[in-house]
């Protein structure tokens, strides 16, 4: 079989610098505008999907009207692909369960099984509040938020009273976090808020707990799309 027959053979996701070369050229003909003059729109049909006659232009460097091109429209272009690629590196890197959301804990049970049987890879990290404690409802807004930015750890929360032992959180140590992981307390902060100023945001709270390093790397799709705010493609 001949080598340029096993380049057409190849999966759309292959590796190796040409194999990379033409995964975004098939990617910048998915994403090229409608309104893109024909001869360009033909010019990235060849540079993505080549026919017969098209294959010398394949297996040669990149000429410098494609160059050209790319470096005109591609901007925005690269860095949802350059996005795309890292989604797609994370997913076949993760591990363990994704939540995403904060789980509202209704009994002590409830408590002591998602500490014991939670997967041994996950951090788990419990708010116990009450109702009008002031701090509580806040840090509730914050833990939403970190929630979606760090879906392998599962947040949860449960009401003082409902965890059975409301003698030992009364409302002078709440809130309170605990930290978990594979059933062992990491972390245990009663009157968490005391650390923060009155106003305090999510921004805060990561802050307090990777001072403790209890949170792992944040997600790769979070850190993506705070470079695409400002960010420059090198």
Not at 12 to 28: E, L, Q, S, Y
Not at 107 to 136: D, M, R
Not at 188 to 194: A, Y
Request: with cysteine; net charge negative; glycine share 6%.
């Amino acid at each position: 079989m001949s080598a340029s027959q096993d380049e057409e053979d190849l999966p759309a996701n292959h590796t190796g610098p040409k194999g990379v070369i033409n995964d975004w050229r098939r990617f910048k003909l998915d994403s090229v505008d409608q309104t893109v003059p024909h001869n360009r729109k033909e010019l990235l049909r060849q540079m993505s999907t080549p026919r017969e006659d098209d294959k010398e232009r394949l297996n040669r460097k990149m000429s410098v009207q494609e160059y050209e091109l790319i470096q005109e429209e591609d901007e925005r272009c690269l860095k949802r692909y350059r996005k795309q690629c890292m989604q797609e590196m994370h997913e076949r890197l993760s591990f363990g369960p994704k939540f995403e959301i904060v789980h509202e804990l209704e009994s002590g049970e409830a408590f002591l099984e998602v500490i014991e049987k939670e997967h041994q890879l996950t951090p788990v990290v419990v708010h116990i509040y009450q109702h009008g404690v002031k701090g509580c409802e806040q840090l509730n807004s914050c833990l939403d938020c970190l929630a979606l930015e760090y879906s392998s750890v599962k947040f949860c929360r449960i009401d003082a009273v409902a965890t059975g032992a409301a003698e030992r959180f009364s409302p002078e140590v709440l809130p309170a976090l605990l930290v978990y992981k594979s059933g062992e307390l990491l972390g245990n902060f009663l009157d968490v808020t005391k650390h923060f100023n009155e106003d305090f945001f999510a921004t805060d709270v990561e802050g307090f707990l990777n001072e403790y390093g209890l949170l792992p790397e944040k997600e790769f799709a979070a850190c993506v799309d705070d470079e695409d705010e400002g960010g420059d493609v090198e």
